[in-house]
């Protein structure tokens, strides 16, 4: 062990100074001072540098005091050409000497009448800015070993994709990516990010102040943000794509088949894509987020928040660590996405996806439990194995019956088995979970918008959902003598729920923008939910039925109508806009069970106001205050027992409940997400004067946990980013803070009302380079602190660092290497983890055929532990992990 850490030592400290080492070398700074007689600097003049071939290589303007600084990668002769509006241009010769690393030049330049013909300088911008638009030129940031859009999308100033694929632009994630403005995948665009090459785009657009709908544009105050992938001309009305195969060179059956096709014609567009593997990667990103968008707060979003929720699960998260790490998978996924244009006005696409996955999941966990003078210590080795099959379709049909009037209407339909069984050691005893669920989802929705003044707009939405989701669960040990100390004879548990929903909900919105862009609002709509909950849990002998406890028995019907009026008033009053709202409920309420049947009719107003100040270009404050009352749900309302893991029950409160909450949050940025300087801060302040907490018994083999309304909780959070650019090394640099503190109540093993504090810190910085040459680097370190604080105290504070290299020696060759550094502070040995990748490329023939190595996980590193702390005491849980494996890769654009 003590070999392979020094190993590991050794070759990060070597890419560390190869780092350094190559940015000391990469750049030759040639720099000076432009006078236009010998005592006056000329300011705002022209220097660009040229090579011998006369190619632009890089151009500057002089600064306020007749200042220039240019750096180049390339070595060789060159010509510096000086020029400014009524100046004579001039141009001086340098011969590289390679001695020098700085080049100083002075020049004098002299007047001359102002001839426009005498000075003509094009020069590609990389991005240009159009109003709301942002376009980028992707030949300015592709690289040879960009495979995905994903890949490209990391290296443009301002856009940040984070390791689960998340895009965001400055701080907010997009809505969607687009291709030549369609959009496939909605909230689920990491299917597109994660498998289109980017050789084939021209550039891409970020649309600011987005909206969904077409005439809602610069209607609806929207502060969303999309991106567009625009294609080149050559790449349309034709067959594109690329064709990608791993197999494991020292590994055994390591293997990955991606393919991507596109087509996008004049009437007809079609993306056919397939992603096969069992590397660990994740080929879909969120699936719920295609199948249930969530939009908060969009016009014509009813229905978005809708959604079953399972009483029983047996999939396991691993921490604050690498998904594909831990991820044993065996993934298929094929998707077949085409959009259809039959005549000018309508516009049918349709998506479908099927997704199969098989995925082994391995962690080996002690938790020590320390509360109301209760100790125990319960160990846990768990082997997962999760099969899925999942059938998505979804249908969009958009009829533009004029330039001002648009019918939509949307059709899904979604398919889900899911098989899922644990072999478990809990202290020693062997123990099997089985558990088999589905999940089918119907979803219709239909809108009509009509613009029937110029800033004007009317939009009718009707949605109807109907979900329905089985559990069948199973466990060969009975654990619970103590909560049913009269059954002698059971060596078995069984659980069979089902949860099925239904949504219908109308709404019209009126959306008027004033002259003076003033804005009125107004909704008026009504949602009908109904959830059926059926539960039943028994003891059995072998296959015989030995009980079925009536206090874990559930049949539950909950039904709520809400009938609701919106309005929404946006003064604006220059740059500074105001913002009141308020939302009038009258709700009506049916809970059913065996027992009894009861209703309630509840009235409440959810007001909220707030400001958008636009100090200046380069500072705004946006500022909001709300009162919300929400309804209980379902999972809050159940009056028995149901079996939430294998040895964990909880209830609801069988009765209605609303729970009041005071939300105060603000925010403020300086600069803008495209300038080299960019900071944006933002803080939420949230008091929930009711809350539902949990009256537990906790004993070693098992949990019993009752909801119970409770006054009083508050949660505090403050999340700081900055963003600058160092010209000097053509660097991004990137601080990141956060701060959360959570104040709750809760009982345990019938102990007084115990007061929890929670705290989490999180700091760090990341830095990227945008080198022209050979070298570039990226890397960065974060800190996570977290502490509890109740009847006992537990803290602790982790580091995650990573080193990313990447080396372009020509356009047929290049490497990249990746490190990462995990460190657990609470540990007392094996506390810390090294993991390095490799990807090495060779181009056969260019823009066609691609040659490579890949290896991940080359310290094979096999397990990695880290340290929990919760409100009733700490666990130490280690996860198992891909073992090392090196593939060889072939790449086959079309």
């Avoid at 005498?118 to 070993?145: G, H, S, W």
């Avoid at 062997?430 to 558990?435: Q, R």
């Avoid at 103590?482 to 002698?488: D, E, G």
Wanted: proline content about 2%.
């Amino acid at each position: 062990m003590s070999g392979s850490y020094n190993l590991n030592k050794i070759v990060i400290i070597f890419f560390y100074f190869l780092l350094f080492q190559t940015n000391i070398t990469a750049q030759i700074k040639i720099k000076g001072l432009v006078k236009k007689n010998k005592d006056f600097s000329l300011s705002n003049a022209s220097v660009v540098l040229k090579d011998s071939l006369n190619t632009i290589l890089e151009y500057t303007f002089t600064d306020k005091n007749g200042n220039y600084l240019i750096s180049t990668n390339k070595k060789s002769s060159y010509i510096l050409f000086f020029s400014a509006l009524g100046y004579e241009t001039k141009s001086i010769p340098i011969t590289y000497n390679s001695n020098e690393e700085i080049i100083s030049i002075n020049i004098i330049l002299k007047e001359k009448p102002y001839q426009l013909k005498e000075v003509i300088i094009e020069a590609e911008k990389p991005i240009k800015i159009k109003k709301d638009t942002i376009e980028v030129k992707v030949n300015r940031f592709l690289k040879p070993n960009d495979a995905t859009v994903e890949d490209l999308l990391k290296k443009i100033p301002g856009v940040t994709v984070n390791s689960e694929g998340t895009i965001k632009i400055g701080n907010r994630e997009i809505e969607k990516l687009m291709v030549d403005g369609d959009d496939f995948f909605e909230k689920g665009y990491k299917i597109l990010s994660k498998n289109m090459p980017p050789n084939q785009l021209e550039k891409i657009q970020i649309l600011q102040k987005y909206s969904n709908n077409r005439l809602l544009k610069d209607i609806e105050e929207s502060n969303k943000v999309a991106l567009n992938l625009v294609l080149k001309e050559d790449a349309k009305r034709k067959w594109f794509g690329n064709f990608s195969a791993n197999y494991g060179l020292i590994s055994e059956n390591r293997y990955q088949l991606k393919t991507y096709a596109m087509n996008f014609g004049k009437k007809n567009k079609y993306i056919l894509l397939s992603n096969f593997n069992n590397l660990g990667e994740d080929a879909t990103g969120d699936i719920n987020n295609l199948i249930r968008p969530f939009r908060f707060g969009e016009p014509a979003s009813i229905g978005d928040n809708q959604q079953i929720n399972n009483l029983l699960s047996l999939s396991f998260s691993n921490g604050n660590f690498k998904k594909s790490r831990t991820n044993f998978n065996n993934a298929e996924l094929v998707s077949l996405n085409a959009i259809f244009n039959p005549t000018k006005k309508l516009k049918i696409k349709t998506l479908c996806f099927f997704n199969w996955d098989e995925t082994d999941f391995f962690r080996n966990s002690t938790e020590t439990f320390t509360a109301n003078n209760t100790n125990f210590t319960n160990t846990e080795n768990y082997t997962v194995r999760n099969t899925k099959q999942i059938a998505f379709g979804k249908l969009d049909i958009i009829y533009n019956i004029s330039p001002t009037k648009m019918l939509e209407a949307t059709t899904k339909y979604n398919n889900g088995d899911f098989f899922d069984n644990t072999n478990l050691i809990f202290n020693g005893n062997s123990t099997i979970e089985s558990l088999e669920h589905q999940n089918t989802l119907i979803d219709q929705k239909i809108n009509y918008t009509n613009k029937f003044i110029n800033k004007k707009i009317l939009l009718l939405t009707g949605r109807f959902i109907d979900e329905k989701a089985p559990q069948n669960y199973s466990i060969n040990q009975f654990f619970y003598q103590n909560l049913f100390p009269n059954q002698t004879n059971v060596d078995n548990v069984k659980q069979q729920s089902e949860n099925q929903m239904i949504f219908a909900g109308l709404n019209a919105h009126l959306l008027d923008r004033k002259e003076n862009e003033n804005l009125f609002e107004v909704q008026v709509g009504n949602e009908f939910r109904q959830d059926k909950l059926f539960s039943t849990f028994t003891l059995l002998n072998g296959n015989n039925r030995v009980n079925s406890p009536i206090n874990y028995q559930n049949n539950t019907t909950y039904s709520v109508n809400n009938l609701y009026l919106k309005t929404k008033y946006l003064l604006a009053l220059n740059k500074f806009k105001l913002i009141g709202d308020f939302g009038f409920h009258q709700l009506f309420n049916r809970l059913e069970t065996n027992l009894n049947h009861s209703t309630q009719n509840p009235f409440f107003i959810n007001p909220s106001f707030g400001f958008n100040w636009e100090i200046n270009d380069k500072n705004k404050l946006t500022t909001s205050y709300s009162y919300n009352t929400t309804n209980a749900k379902i999972v809050d309302v159940y009056s028995n027992f149901v079996l939430t893991g294998f040895r964990s029950f909880s209830k609801g409160t069988g009765n209605f409940n609303q729970l009041e909450a005071s939300n105060i949050s603000v925010n403020y940025q300086l600069g803008n997400w495209s300038d080299r300087f960019f900071a944006n801060t933002f803080f939420i302040y949230s008091k929930n004067h009711d809350f539902f907490s949990t009256n537990s018994i906790i004993n070693q083999n098992y949990t019993q946990s009752e909801k119970i309304l409770i006054k009083d909780r508050e949660f505090i959070s403050l999340n700081s980013t900055i963003d600058y650019y160092l010209k000097n090394i053509s660097s991004n640099l990137k601080f990141n803070f956060g701060y959360s503190k959570s104040q709750f109540k809760n009982i345990i093993n019938n102990s007084d009302l115990r007061n929890v504090s929670s705290f989490n810190y999180n700091y760090g910085f990341e830095l990227r380079s945008g080198f022209s040459g050979i070298f570039n680097y990226h890397f960065g370190t974060k800190w996570i602190t977290s502490e509890i604080r109740t009847t006992i105290n537990n803290s602790f504070t982790d580091n995650n660092s990573f080193l990313d290299l990447s080396f372009i020696f020509s356009d047929k060759f290049d490497i990249e290497l990746k490190s990462e550094r995990y460190y657990f502070g609470n540990l007392q040995s094996n506390n810390t983890y090294y993991f390095l990748d490799l990807d090495i490329r060779y181009k056969l023939f260019k823009n066609k055929m691609t040659l490579g190595i890949v290896g991940k996980n080359l310290t094979n590193t096999e397990q990695f532990k880290n340290f929990s702390i919760s409100d009733v005491g700490s666990s130490i849980i280690e996860y198992r992990l891909l073992p090392r494996f090196v593939l060889l890769k072939l790449d086959y654009r079309f």
